[in-house]
């Protein structure tokens, strides 16, 4: 007699689909983009700040990124509303993230001119957000592949 592990009910939702299939799932799709976007935050600061001077003046593309930003960030929430103590819960605080992120260049590109501004001009945070995302995307790779 095999006895069911009371963590397994865990992963399932309220219609018992396997939430951790959809978690590893949306891991293997963001860990690779996350740490692949964090090596280069790392590896060629010079550029990427060039990349976000020239994205800050275009309010075009800050509302064109948002509307992509939030579409995402709906995507993940729709299918991944997981709210565990555990790590799928990152893939939800993304979610989240972007679709908070996404609603705010859209609602107001002058805040996120303001904000990224003052970002881009302390030398060091490409560098200190690059490690900090490919921590993030190095975890995610593995909880996706591994």
Known sequence: MQLKS???DLWRDVKGRDTLATSIL???LMGPVVLVAAIAMMANPEDLLEMARDFLKQRALIF???VLAMLGGLAVVNTHNIWIA?????ITLFGWAMTIGGAIRMALPSVVKSIGGAMIENPVMPRVAGA???IIGAFLV?????
Do not use: E, Q
Request: net charge positive; proline share 9%; charged share 15%.
């Open 132 to 134: 900090v995302w490919a």
């Open 26 to 28: 949306i891991a293997k």
């Open 64 to 66: 064109v990124t948002g």
């Open 86 to 90: 555990d790590w799928p819960v990152i």
């Open 6 to 8: 009371p963590y397994t």
């Open 142 to 146: 593995y909880k996706g592949y591994f």
